[in-house]
Nanobody, 123 residues
Framework: VQLQACGGGLVQAGGSLRLSCAAS??????????GAWFRQAPGKEREFVAGTSWSGSSARYADSVKGRFTISRDNAKNTVYLQMNSLKPEDTAVYYC???????????????WGQGTQVTVSS
């Protein structure tokens, strides 16, 4: 199973980025899995950012990104997206996508992880 994250980059504060995470693997049923994004800033622990249920009908967000970030998915493409608007310098981090069975904040509940993509927001 592989999760390939992309879309990171350097953006000014107030700008937008869209991250994508594509899943692949013969034994992996992406359409039955929760998709989520975590992030890890330098010197900090990895934290939950957003997650979506397998159908896309439910989503959860960290308080710090509510109203600015939107998670979505396209099961036909085995892809989860994270639209990030009104970016702030404190959003700077490596962003990781993950897949699992439960839509929880705890990273230990996720079985598969992508390699991470760097997001840098300048002030």
């Amino acid at each position: 199973v592989q999760l390939q994250a992309c879309g990171g980059g350097l953006v000014q504060a107030g700008g937008s980025l869209r991250l994508s995470c594509a899943a692949s693997g013969r034994t992996f049923s992406f359409s039955n899995s929760v998709g989520a994004w975590f992030r890890q800033a330098p010197g900090k622990e990895r934290e939950f950012v957003a997650g979506t249920s397998w159908s896309g009908s439910s989503a959860r967000y960290a308080d710090s990104v509510k109203g600015r970030f939107t998670i979505s998915r396209d099961n036909a493409k085995n892809t989860v997206y994270l639209q990030m608007n009104s970016l702030k310098p404190e959003d700077t981090a490596v962003y990781y996508c993950a897949a699992g069975k439960l839509l929880l904040f705890n990273e230990r509940t996720y079985d598969y992880w992508g390699q991470g993509t760097q997001v840098t927001v300048s002030s």
